[in-house]
């Protein structure tokens, strides 16, 4: 059982940056499948980025180039750099982790873009 919790998350003008950091009770990086996803109001949970057993990270084509992914496995935490921040940008960001037995969701960490 794994438990995952976000932060990071607030209110931001256009063009600033956030980073989100999603920390894990235990040690979540023997598994290769996780990511961050978002869900805005009225809309589906998307995929923003994430590493599969292929490797490398993958992103959607609206934040290629803004959005990096990265994980410190000493501190079990994963994280989401957000740069050049766009109000289409703003939602509820989950981190997620897929493993053989489960899946395994965040809380979720509200993200608003306005001027």
């Known amino acids: 059982q794994f438990q995952l919790v976000e932060s990071g998350g607030g209110l931001v003008r256009p063009g600033e940056s956030l980073r989100l950091s999603c920390a894990a009770s235990?040690?979540?990086?023997?598994?290769?499948?996780m990511g961050w996803y978002r869900q805005a109001p009225g809309k589906q949970r998307d995929m923003v980025a994430s590493i599969t057993e292929g490797g490398g990270a993958q992103y959607a084509d609206s934040v290629k180039g803004r959005f990096t992914f990265s994980r410190d496995s000493a501190k079990n935490t994963m994280y989401l750099q957000m740069n050049d921040l766009k109000p289409e940008d703003t939602a509820v960001y989950y981190c997620?982790?897929?493993?053989?037995?489960?899946?395994?969701w965040g809380q979720g960490t509200q993200v608003t873009v306005s001027a």
């Open positions: 997620h982790l897929d493993t053989p037995r489960r899946e395994y």
């Open positions: 235990g040690d979540i990086f023997i598994f290769n499948n």
